[in-house]
């Protein structure tokens, strides 16, 4: 059961005693979103990318906190732009992906797919996700069933594609699918709006689409995130996730594509629309 309680530019989403870890979303820039994630057996604290530093340290001095890690998804200005001051400040240890590491702050440890990665008693796991650039990390903490994927898969949508191809994104979208459907997408933007509207053009029948619409749009105008959201959601609602789905291939008439020239149509319809 989450709870989730405005407070200034932060949402808290506070964890069922029973269940899951705390995990703050503080809100940057215009329309980002950096993770706390407080481990509360080692009272360590673990920040999922730093668009911008002001926000970050306004929570973190507020509630006399320390920073002890900082991972980071992709190397974009907007995900680490935060990083040199908090590294300063703070001295927490920077983790990300070791084949971007030149295009990455200074790492103190690098990363690769398919390890393991302990962080106080935390441990995630590591998945490539190229596609809206080229060395874009998820890391999944099945603990909490939380996955913090950046601008890969993202609420309704998945990134641009700035640097893959078609197929390596679609490669990477269909290595998140097989991921438990109740992990939370916890993902670097809040364009679900402009996802839905989209949406709904490429897969006008979807029922559950239309109930989305009206629950998260309803979010959206009381301030409230849309992230997280349940893979099991984005299965059943996303058209980068359903790209052969039956009713948005007759709908854009793609009964002689393959699954990735599917995807790519309705990537690029996304990117005109």
Same mark, same amino acid.
């Given at each position: 059961m989450y709870l989730i309680i405005a407070t200034i530019n932060v949402v808290l989403i506070k964890?069922?005693?029973?269940? #899951?870890?705390? +995990?703050?979303?503080?809100?940057?820039?215009?329309?980002?979103?950096?993770?706390? +994630?407080?481990?509360?057996?080692?009272?360590?604290?673990?920040?999922?990318?730093?668009?911008?530093?002001? /926000?970050?340290?306004?929570?973190? *001095?507020?509630?006399? #906190? !320390?920073?002890? $890690?900082?991972?980071?998804?992709?190397?974009? !200005?907007?995900?680490? *732009?935060?990083?040199?001051?908090?590294r300063q400040k703070y001295s927490p240890k920077i983790i990300g992906a070791k084949r971007d590491k030149h295009r990455l702050p200074n790492l103190d440890i690098e990363v690769v797919e398919g390890e393991k990665l302990s962080v106080g008693s935390k441990t995630f796991e590591i998945y490539d996700v190229d596609g809206h650039t080229v060395g874009h990390t998820a890391y999944a903490l099945f603990e909490d069933k939380a996955l913090f994927s950046g601008d890969s898969l993202m609420v309704m949508g998945c990134g641009r594609l700035f640097e893959g191809t078609p197929e390596e #994104?679609?490669? !990477?979208?269909?290595?998140?699918?097989?991921?438990?459907?109740? +992990?939370m997408i916890y993902s670097g933007h809040e364009y679900t709006r402009s996802n839905i509207e $989209?949406?709904? /053009?490429?897969?006008?029948?979807n029922k559950n689409l239309e109930a989305r619409k009206v629950k998260d749009l309803y979010r959206i105008e009381k301030g409230t995130p849309t992230v997280p959201s349940s893979l099991r959601e984005e299965l059943a609602t996303n058209p980068f996730l359903r790209e052969s789905d039956p009713s948005i291939v007759d709908h854009l008439d793609m009964a002689n594509l393959d699954p990735i020239s599917r995807f790519a149509k309705i990537r690029a319809l996304k990117d005109s629309f």
């Amino acid at each position: 059961m989450y709870l989730i309680i405005a407070t200034i530019n932060v949402v808290l989403i506070k964890k069922d005693p029973l269940t #899951m870890s705390a +995990i703050e979303i503080i809100p940057c820039l215009s329309d980002n979103y950096a993770y706390l +994630i407080r481990d509360e057996q080692t009272n360590k604290n673990i920040l999922v990318d730093a668009p911008e530093h002001e /926000t970050i340290d306004k929570y973190l *001095d507020k509630n006399a #906190m !320390s920073l002890d $890690f900082i991972l980071i998804t992709h190397h974009h !200005s907007d995900h680490i *732009d935060g990083i040199d001051y908090l590294r300063q400040k703070y001295s927490p240890k920077i983790i990300g992906a070791k084949r971007d590491k030149h295009r990455l702050p200074n790492l103190d440890i690098e990363v690769v797919e398919g390890e393991k990665l302990s962080v106080g008693s935390k441990t995630f796991e590591i998945y490539d996700v190229d596609g809206h650039t080229v060395g874009h990390t998820a890391y999944a903490l099945f603990e909490d069933k939380a996955l913090f994927s950046g601008d890969s898969l993202m609420v309704m949508g998945c990134g641009r594609l700035f640097e893959g191809t078609p197929e390596e #994104m679609w490669k !990477s979208l269909k290595k998140l699918k097989q991921l438990p459907e109740d +992990i939370m997408i916890y993902s670097g933007h809040e364009y679900t709006r402009s996802n839905i509207e $989209f949406a709904l /053009t490429v897969d006008p029948k979807n029922k559950n689409l239309e109930a989305r619409k009206v629950k998260d749009l309803y979010r959206i105008e009381k301030g409230t995130p849309t992230v997280p959201s349940s893979l099991r959601e984005e299965l059943a609602t996303n058209p980068f996730l359903r790209e052969s789905d039956p009713s948005i291939v007759d709908h854009l008439d793609m009964a002689n594509l393959d699954p990735i020239s599917r995807f790519a149509k309705i990537r690029a319809l996304k990117d005109s629309f």
